[in-house]
Each structure stands twice: as structure tokens, then as C-alpha cells.
């Protein structure tokens, strides 16, 4: 960060994003790595690994995460130039207000879903309540039908009786 500093001002702004963005991206990765490994345990595991090695496997991923984020706030607390200010205090800022869009923004599009399969639920339901007072009028015209072409055979056979 020191040469970064020495080099072009108008430069240092993208040169310590590009950095801290490539640490953020890694960061952000094993974060989703550990985000699925937690949506994993709440369902029913078939693999071979045992419950251990899968519960050693979450320590390791969430020490990571904190000696990645360690690492970043440390960069951006020591290694970057003065002109920048408090870069950890306004990018922790920032983050929050990001993660908090995004649980906002994850909150609606799961709401939207469930709105969609209630639909989906009673389009099914609704086609079904259709599907049976069909088939009742089918079967109540066919029974009368019949019951019509019963009578009207024994009416017939009858009168070849002569009765």
C-alpha cells in the first residue's frame, strides 16, 4: 500500500480498491461456502464424510473468515495512506447498509416466491374443485342417460312382450 501511496494520487483510489476488492471477493466466497455448508446441515446428509470432519470443516471456514477480515481491517487501518481517512470506519459503514439492502432485498424476493407458490397452490386446488364437479355432472348426465336407456329398453320389451 506504501508504493501505491508514492504512486499517481488520481490512481491510489482504484489500485487499493482493485486489492481489497480481490481480498473482499475471496472473503465473500468462503462466506457462500459456508452459507451452504449451514443450509446443508438442516437437511438430511448422505455423504461419506463423518459429523465430524463436516463440524471441523465449519471451524476452519469460520477462522478463515475471521483472519480474512482481520487482514482487510488491518490494511485498511495501517497500510493505507493518510489522504484516504478512516477507510475501515466508512467501508464497515457502507458494508452494513449493503448487507442490510440485500437481507431487505432477499426478505422480499423469498415473500414474492411464497406469494407465487400460494398462487400456484390454489390455481392447483381450484382446478382440482373444477376437475371433481366435472366429473359429478359427467357422471350424474351419464347415470341418467342411463337409466333413460334402461327404461326405454324395458319399455321396449315390454311392448315386444306384449305386456
Same mark, same amino acid.
Not at 466508512?90 to 432477499?106: C, H, L, P, S
Given at each position: 500500500?506504501?508504493?501505491?501511496?508514492? +504512486?499517481?494520487?488520481?490512481?491510489?483510489? $482504484?489500485?487499493?480498491?482493485? !486489492?481489497?476488492?480481490?481480498? %473482499?471477493?475471496?472473503?465473500?466466497?468462503?462466506?457462500?461456502?459456508?452459507?451452504?455448508? !449451514?443450509?446443508?446441515?438442516?437437511?438430511?446428509?448422505?455423504?461419506?464424510?463423518? @459429523?465430524?470432519?463436516?463440524?471441523?470443516?465449519?471451524?476452519?471456514?469460520? $477462522?478463515?473468515?475471521?483472519?480474512?477480515?482481520?487482514?482487510?481491517?488491518?490494511?485498511?487501518?495501517?497500510?493505507?495512506?493518510?489522504?484516504?481517512?478512516?477507510? =475501515?470506519?466508512?467501508?464497515?459503514?457502507? =458494508?452494513?447498509? @449493503?448487507?442490510?439492502? !440485500?437481507?431487505?432485498?432477499?426478505?422480499?424476493?423469498?415473500?414474492?416466491?411464497?406469494?407465487?407458490? =400460494?398462487?400456484?397452490?390454489?390455481?392447483?386446488?381450484?382446478?382440482?374443485?373444477?376437475? %371433481?364437479?366435472?366429473? +359429478?355432472?359427467?357422471?350424474?348426465?351419464?347415470? +341418467?342417460?342411463?337409466? %333413460?336407456?334402461? $327404461?326405454?329398453?324395458?319399455?321396449?320389451?315390454?311392448?315386444?312382450?306384449?305386456?
Amino acid at each position: 500500500m506504501q508504493e501505491i501511496a508514492k +504512486a499517481d494520487p488520481n490512481d491510489v483510489f $482504484t489500485d487499493i480498491g482493485e !486489492q481489497l476488492g480481490a481480498l %473482499m471477493d475471496a472473503y465473500d466466497a468462503i462466506s457462500k461456502l459456508f452459507l451452504k455448508e !449451514q443450509l446443508e446441515a438442516k437437511q438430511v446428509y448422505k455423504g461419506d464424510e463423518s @459429523i465430524g470432519r463436516r463440524a471441523l470443516k465449519r471451524i476452519l471456514i469460520t $477462522t478463515r473468515l475471521d483472519a480474512m477480515l482481520t487482514e482487510i481491517r488491518e490494511t485498511m487501518v495501517y497500510k493505507a495512506p493518510p489522504e484516504l481517512g478512516a477507510l =475501515w470506519s466508512k467501508f464497515e459503514e457502507m =458494508w452494513q447498509r @449493503i448487507v442490510a439492502e !440485500q437481507e431487505a432485498a432477499n426478505a422480499e424476493e423469498l415473500r414474492l416466491a411464497q406469494i407465487a407458490a =400460494w398462487r400456484r397452490r390454489k390455481a392447483r386446488a381450484e382446478l382440482r374443485a373444477k376437475a %371433481m364437479w366435472i366429473s +359429478a355432472v359427467v357422471f350424474v348426465v351419464a347415470w +341418467a342417460v342411463g337409466l %333413460m336407456w334402461l $327404461t326405454n329398453r324395458s319399455v321396449t320389451t315390454r311392448m315386444s312382450l306384449g305386456l
